[in-house]
């Protein structure tokens, strides 16, 4: 388990795009992307490229949160792609075992499990290509 809870994995040029399509080409529901960059330039500031991927299994999610109905503000699952200094794009996440003990839900290991496996094979495709 990471200490602050996030783990930002593989740098990749193309991160972003992999991003947007390895979820639903695992049977996941993708949710709309957040594209802060582009909210930060609509208001006159800037900011590097930082985009979030929302994505998740409802039936999993929804055991979490039978569980633990606050687990929900963690929930669907996330990535944030943003951009270092020098240009290279890395993907970041929170660490599901260090949400389950957030929401105290060592019940549901299978499902956390599950979502380890599954944020760490995402931004590896993501890095792969």
């Known amino acids: 388990m990471s200490e602050n809870g996030l783990i930002t994995a593989y740098p990749a040029a193309a991160t972003l795009s992999r991003l947007q399509t390895a979820p639903q080409a695992a049977g996941l529901a993708v949710f709309p992307t957040f594209d802060h960059a582009d909210a930060a330039r609509k208001v006159g500031l800037a900011v590097r490229p930082t985009t979030v ?31 270092n200094e020098s240009g290279t794009a890395k993907p970041t996440y929170n660490d599901p075992g260090w949400l389950a003990t957030r929401h105290t839900l060592r019940a549901e290991t299978e499902q956390v499990i599950a979502g380890e496996n599954l944020l760490a094979l995402l931004t590896q495709k993501a890095a792969k290509g």
């Open 53 to 83: 991927v929302a994505f998740g299994n409802p039936a999993a999610g929804t055991k979490l949160m039978q569980s633990n109905q606050m687990a929900g503000i963690d929930l669907p699952l996330k990535i944030l792609v943003w951009e």
